[in-house]
């Protein structure tokens, strides 16, 4: 018998080239534009371009009589339907098509429905909605005024703007911590609206069966189960009945978890006429009217002692959510997780109070490559760190070191209720300082501005939380999150693995085949992982938020552990042994003394179709259901060195070394193509990216010639490294790594060009870190000096 | 892509080009690269009822000197601009401009002509003209004429054409020797539009200069000719107190608006830092 060594299976810790690359790279993807279904009608969205008004009359007699117009679907229609209104992620209310107000530019009015897309776009230019214009608002600060036009009439008992109101931490131990305090740092700053920006827009392709009533929903969605039921609990639709197929998707990053009024309306009027329904998002429609991320306006403090030590944090947030509180997040959280506030450091004393507003803006709230808010918590406090170092003659790297949670506090509780599960802080960032260089450059910078150059150096150590469940502390809509997998292997000894976390983009067809790989001994090539079609796939609240392999992934290793054990007994017939005597190793059953004494676990899966012991059910497939008894806890240093011009504000990366540590890394090449895409897209935040509105409520930034996402012109070269510390409680020791990078790298981006300009007193400069901003503050500087 | 409908023809010949348009007057429009013209009618914000391609029509593609000029054909494309090695040696302001004109995709199709006939305030093409002192030659069915490009653009998109005209090439007068020139330009991202560019073109004559033209992008309701510094520089001695005076004088002559690109206080600081540098590096060019 031939040895298979542990390398030989290509599984956990091996740059396994992506089994879905195959088809991308050939143009052989099949996203949901891609269906053409028999008998397929087409269907475009009338948007409204005003962004806060009374709708006084929707005529849509002309837009019916073009030939070819098979429906026009309004407000009113689907409200005779009692579909005119949907909850939210965050359990408010959302209108598919608005009724009585128009509460953000793009909000959708109305549909048409019609044999091919041109037809259904010119019949959209002849409904003739009359529209009564009232004022808008256009910021929360504005909107919690007590005069602001109210936006929310329609919700009984809303007198004002506010959409809530949360807080948490100790309130009493902070003041304390702050009385106590030598030094206070302040930090306002405003993390802006930005938008997730997946490649492909949002879509759905939906077929109801007259005959049968089955709903056959292709759509573009991060959680195809939760939508399911979210559609079932909604629409009224028998569960059994809803089938969600995903297909490929061109990215998600958040933007995809939500339901759209599209996805409804194309379903209502599927179901209606009896006949497909396809409708596809154009990038304004994505920009304007889904899940943005952010818009966060953040106020921190952190108290000091002299020599660096620190003794609290303090944070004020509002947060402007648009026309619908829509925040993708758990139940009890109103600002996601964003209590992580306290970052990589032991601060003994935490407070948050945080509100929200409605606006008059698209809603959303998605956590765009985030874990619920993580990324602006991180960014808070590895600005308002680096600040603190200026304030304290420090070096930031120091400061940083001098309050690290050590290895040895782990399992480290939080002063805002977080256990962190593992890490060693320290060790990341030495190995980043040592890669970059760290006190050569100190000197180089302090030569430069001698001779008149701006130079930065800017860093973030974050702390990120991912992985949710556990079930018993969040939920999303009352789904308790946990995750699952089926695990099935046929006579011959190759694999299907189903699971209902779904893929936009992050390999996990490669990866969890990768874990069932190392942990049954089943070679990567020969499991075929399934997801994406929820009749055929157990059920999962979806994939976000980092919590795939977390979750997911954790339940993979669980149910292949559960077939080794199964495997065993089958082993014990075969060798005529007993169990004991058995040990597994990479994919062989041998008798513990007498390796030669063997079967495989090829061998042992065409046994369990063809020769098994008495008593044994037949077959090799289990699955399980997995609970994360906690969140886990990934960390890293990101570093940045910048030129500022300082005649003209322009700046740009010189380096950019970040140090990444998962935990347990399964495939290290998609992890450094995932951590280079989140450095990409923390740059593009960083430096340009924007959505903001003028004093009417139009939405600036609504196709990417004003939305700019970088090119890979200005996209800093990145020099990765890693760390690896595993997760205690995971499995498999990993944690989640798909949002590090944009968790981490905005602050570290913002904090080197800060620090080029730190010793004439710039303190804050808000994202995106535009070249006319850096120039205000240098001549704000030049001014006040 | 929905726009809204439209016919479409492709003359093989300008006399079929300016026949149709004679025929149909502001209904129909060019489609020459249409990086402008399809994006409009994706949105819907232009919905001509007849679009006349040109891109079949063969002889409007060609960079080339004659006599007095510089003649280049209104269809040649921004990249074959770009690898111009006419350009590269003997009109810089051109060479520098052309690889900045959005990003390679555009280049590709966009076309110099089209630039010129769109008007935008943004656009690359007009403040390098302006600064070569350059013509176009415009054609309809029944006429010729040659204006200046000062005398073409008119306003935000809008120029001097008639519907039933043509832009056919555009005539550059020859550099003389000693001349330098540079096209520096500001923009948030590759494929983004300026927010703020300058182009500078500098003949010395025995040492003080004898004509300068400094064109300026993004700053105005059309690309802006900075008459008063192009004034103050003409038989000045090319010194630092001359150029810094000649940017102060551009910014004056600059008139942006505020937007999310920036302050009209902070455009009009870069028009003084890029004419300033454009006019060094002009310089540095002109004495070899």
């Keep these: 018998m031939t040895t298979v060594e542990e390398t030989d299976v290509h599984g956990i810790g091996q740059s396994v080239k992506r089994k879905e690359d195959d088809r991308f790279i050939r143009g052989k993807g099949t996203y949901v534009e891609d269906l053409v279904l028999p008998n397929m009608l087409h269907m475009a969205i009338l948007r409204s371009p005003i962004a806060h008004a009374k709708i006084v009359s929707v005529n849509v007699d002309e837009a019916q009589a073009i030939p070819g117009v098979v429906a026009v679907v309004t407000g009113e229609l689907l409200a005779q339907h009692n579909l005119a209104w949907m909850p939210t992620m965050s359990g408010d209310t959302q209108a598919v098509f608005a009724t009585d107000k128009v509460r953000f530019q793009g909000q959708e009015v109305a549909a048409v429905v019609a044999e091919d897309p041109y037809i259904a776009h010119d019949a959209l230019g002849l409904i003739d909605v009359e529209y009564e214009p009232l004022p808008a608002v256009t910021s929360p600060q504005q909107a919690l005024q007590p005069d602001a036009p109210l936006i929310r009439d329609d919700k009984e008992g809303q007198t004002d703007n506010r959409c809530f109101q949360w807080e948490t931490g100790d309130k009493d131990a902070t003041e304390k911590a702050f009385q106590q305090a ?77 339901v759209y009024p599209g996805y409804v309306a194309a379903t209502a009027a599927s179901l209606l006429i009896g006949r497909p329904v396809k409708w596809i998002e154009d990038r304004t429609e994505n920009l304007i009217s889904t899940g943005f991320a952010r818009d966060y306006h953040m106020r921190g403090e952190l108290a000091l002692t002299n020599d660096g030590k620190m003794l609290g944090i303090r944070v004020e947030l509002l947060s402007d959510n648009g026309a619908f509180f829509a925040d993708a997040q758990p139940t009890k959280c109103k600002v996601g997780l964003f209590h992580i506030v306290t970052g990589s450091y032991d601060v003994p004393a935490a407070y948050l109070s945080t509100q929200g507003a409605y606006t008059n803006k698209a809603p959303g709230g998605v956590a765009y490559r985030c874990s619920f808010r993580v990324t602006e918590a991180s960014y808070l406090v590895e600005r308002l760190v680096q600040n603190a170092a200026y304030e304290l003659g420090m070096d930031p790297a120091e400061l940083r070191r001098k309050n690290f949670i050590k290895p040895e506090q782990f399992p480290y509780k939080s002063a805002t209720g977080f256990v962190y599960d593992s890490g060693e802080y320290e060790r990341a960032m030495d190995l980043a300082m040592n890669e970059l260089g760290y006190a050569e450059l100190r000197k180089e910078q302090e030569a430069a501005r001698a001779e008149g150059r701006l130079i930065g150096i800017g860093m973030a150590s974050f702390t990120e939380v991912v992985g949710a469940g556990p079930s018993k502390d969040y939920d999303i809509l009352g789904l308790k999150m946990f995750d699952s997998a089926e695990l099935r292997v046929h006579p011959t000894g190759k694999a299907i693995l189903k699971i209902g976390v779904q893929t936009q983009g992050q390999g996990h067809e490669t990866t969890f085949a990768q874990i069932v790989a190392t942990e049954l001994g089943i070679p990567t090539e020969d499991v075929l992982v399934q997801y994406g079609d929820t009749d055929n796939t157990p059920y999962s609240l979806g994939t976000y938020a980092s919590r795939s392999t977390p979750t ?113 890394v399964i495939n290290p090449m998609i992890v450094q193509g995932q951590i280079h895409g989140g450095l990409a897209e923390g740059y593009g935040i960083a430096a340009m990216e924007l959505i903001t509105f003028d004093d009417d409520g139009n939405c600036i930034g609504s196709n990417f010639m004003d939305y700019l996402l970088p090119t890979s012109w200005e996209t800093p070269r990145f020099e990765t490294h890693m760390t690896e510390t595993p997760s205690p409680h995971h499995p498999i020791g990993a944690k989640g790594v798909g949002e590090s990078a944009t968790v981490g790298s905005p602050a570290a981006y913002v904090n080197a060009v800060i620090d080029a300009l730190a010793h004439t007193g710039v303190r804050n400069i808000d994202m995106p870190v535009t070249s006319a901003k850096v120039w205000e503050a240098m001549q704000g500087a030049a001014r006040s000096s | 892509m929905f726009p809204s409908r439209f016919d479409y023809v492709a003359p093989d010949t300008v006399e079929e080009v300016l026949a149709t348009l004679a025929q149909h007057g502001d209904e129909a429009k060019i489609l020459a690269g249409g990086q402008s013209l399809i994006p409009l009618m994706k949105l819907r914000f232009a919905s001509p009822g007849l679009l006349v391609d040109v891109n079949r029509v063969p002889g409007l593609g060609f960079v080339e000197e004659t006599g007095e000029h510089l003649r280049v054909g209104t269809l040649t494309r921004n990249t074959e601009l770009e690898r111009s090695a006419l350009l590269k040696s003997g009109y810089p302001v051109m060479a520098d401009a052309a690889p900045m004109i959005s990003d390679p995709l555009v280049r590709n199709r966009g076309t110099i002509g089209g630039s010129l006939a769109h008007a935008d305030p943004a ?152 004419v300033r540098r454009g006019l060094d590096k002009a310089l540095e060019l002109a004495r070899g």
């Excluded at chain 1, 017939?573 to 495989?600: C, I, M, Q, R, Y």
């Excluded at chain 2, 003409?234 to 005076?245: K, R």
Aim: proline share 5%; charged share 25%.
């Design chain 1, 552 to 664: 997911a992934g954790a339940a993979t290793a669980m149910v292949a552990r559960k077939l080794v054990e199964k495997g065993k007994k089958i082993a014990a017939h075969l060798l005529e042994v007993s169990e004991e005597d058995l040990e597994f190793k990479v994919d062989k059953f041998s008798v513990k003394g007498a390796p030669d004494k063997a079967v495989t676990i090829q061998d042992v899966a065409f046994a369990a179709y063809t020769n098994m012991p008495e008593g044994l059910e037949h077959g090799l497939e289990d699955n399980h259901y997995y609970d994360p008894p906690n969140m886990t806890f990934p960390f890293g240093t990101y570093m940045v060195v910048v030129e500022v011009d300082a005649d003209t504000g322009q700046w740009k990366v010189l380096r950019m070394l970040a140090v990444d540590d998962c935990g347990k």
């Design chain 2, 123 to 274: 656009g690359d093409w007009g403040s390098v003209m302006l600064a070569l002192g350059a013509e176009v030659v415009i054609k309809s069915s029944t006429d010729e004429r040659t204006i200046p490009v000062s005398e073409l653009l008119v306003n935000t998109f809008t120029t001097s054409l008639d519907p039933t005209e043509m832009i056919t090439e555009i005539r550059v007068p020859k550099t003389p020797a000693r001349s330098g020139g540079s096209y520096l330009k500001m923009e948030r991202r590759v494929g983004d539009f300026a927010t703020v560019a300058t182009a500078v073109h500098l003949t010395l004559d025995n040492g003080t200069i004898k004509r300068a033209g400094i064109g300026l992008t993004a700053v105005g309701s059309k690309n802006l000719q900075a008459s008063a510094a192009e004034d103050a520089l003409a038989g000045a001695e090319p010194t630092a107190e001359a150029f810094e005076e000649a940017a102060r004088l551009a910014a004056e002559a600059s008139s942006p608006s505020s937007d999310v690109r920036g302050s009209a206080e902070y455009k009009k600081a870069m028009v003084r830092t890029f």
């Design chain 1, 182 to 258: 030598d030094k206070i740092v302040e930090l306002s700053t405003f993390y802006p609206r930005c938008h997730p920006s997946p490649l492909e827009t949002c879509g759905i392709v939906a077929d109801v069966n007259p005959i049968s009533g089955k709903a056959t929903l292709h759509m573009t969605s991060q959680a195809p189960h939760a939508i399911r039921t979210v559609f079932a609990l909604v629409a009224g639709l028998p569960e059994h009945k809803i089938q969600i197929i995903t297909h490929d998707i061109g990215g998600g990053f958040g933007n995809k978890v939500p």
